[in-house]
């Protein structure tokens, strides 16, 4: 048999092997043995970077399947750990993918390079934000992964584990000072925050907005995040927005607030109650404590500030104070013990 096609065969052999995580039969074809003797002696002449017509190599296949020692046992007899397929995706980004720890790590340690992108442009940290490996995150970025690169669709790694609801994965971002700082700046073409609410991901809006992202940040496409809530039915999301005083006049790109944007929605009655409950509501503060045991009181202490909702002429009127987590605490209450923020009009009745 030719050389070539003997050379060919022993290398899609080692493939297979590889992918079926046989290390018995990787090793037999790596190496010869002695007979009756258990230590290696002698490497066969394989090309252990050979690749198949999708760029797969050998390499590649032990990331995906997670076998550690058929890992070690390639890397030492010469795989390249920065071997692209034709995707451009390197071995440490399939490890990445699968959120395998220890072949992250053992990719790290021998010398692959954390921060290369695919064709689409991802990095590891993209696809483990993504996939919300919340454990492969953490590692990406001690071995000072990147987070501020961003892929073909100008998204970065917090975006996409904000688009993809990733809770764990964007509370271990935030507290990266990279991120924060990126939090903080403005960007016109995405943004983390539009991206959660897109989906309807209001705990990690809440998230986002503790740690300091502006409620009111306008994209070129969107608009606010209220805007993309209503548009796409998020009802819950829409809510929180409205209730940490996102400004509701805002327009997007086509000048159209929130409003008329529900308006405009085939479905959203829900949504639409709700913008216009927000945009009949006023702020007052309390000018004395009141406390009631009724389970749908409101109890609060001289100085809170109250969003109210509902006015009704008997003086017991509805509204919300939003708490230092951003979770509200809604109740009724009776309007004498208020008054209008920034006035010293005690509240009787109707405003």
Known sequence: MDKSIKSMKRENELLDAVKSSNISSVQRILFKCRSGKTNIVSPKKINVN????????????AAVGGNVEILK?????????????????RPLHYAAWQGRSEPVFILLRRGASVNE?????????????????????QL????????????????TSLDLACENGRFDVVNSLVQN???????????????????????????IVRLLLLNGMDINRITIND????HVACR????????LLLECGIDINLCN??????????????????????????????????????TDNHVGALNFSEGDCITVLERNPSGQWRGFILQEDLTTRMGYFPSTHVQLNNTSEICDGFI
């Open 223 to 226: 608009g606010t995040a209220l």
């Open 50 to 61: 050979f690749q198949d017509d999708n760029g797969m190599g050998p390499i590649h296949e």
């Open 73 to 89: 046992l390639l890397i030492d007899n010469g795989a390249n750990v920065n071997l692209k397929d034709n995707k451009g995706l």
């Open 117 to 137: 992108q695919s064709i689409n442009g991802d990095t590891p940290l993209h696809l483990a934000s993504q996939y919300g490996h919340n454990d492969i995150v």
């Open 253 to 290: 790109s086509y000048e159209q607030t929130a409003d008329e944007v529900v308006i405009k929605q085939k479905t959203g009655n829900d949504i639409k109650r709700l913008i216009k409950e927000f945009s009949d509501a006023v702020l007052v503060r309390a000018i004395r404590s009141y």
């Open 232 to 239: 796409n039915g998020r009802y819950e999301t829409a809510k």
């Open 177 to 203: 000072s990279i991120c924060q700082r990126m939090i903080l700046n403005s960007n016109e073409q995405n943004c983390s925050l539009h991206l959660a609410a897109k989906n309807g991901h209001t705990d």
């Open 140 to 155: 990406l970025l001690f071995h000072q992964a990147d987070p501020t690169v961003v892929n073909r669709r100008l998204l």
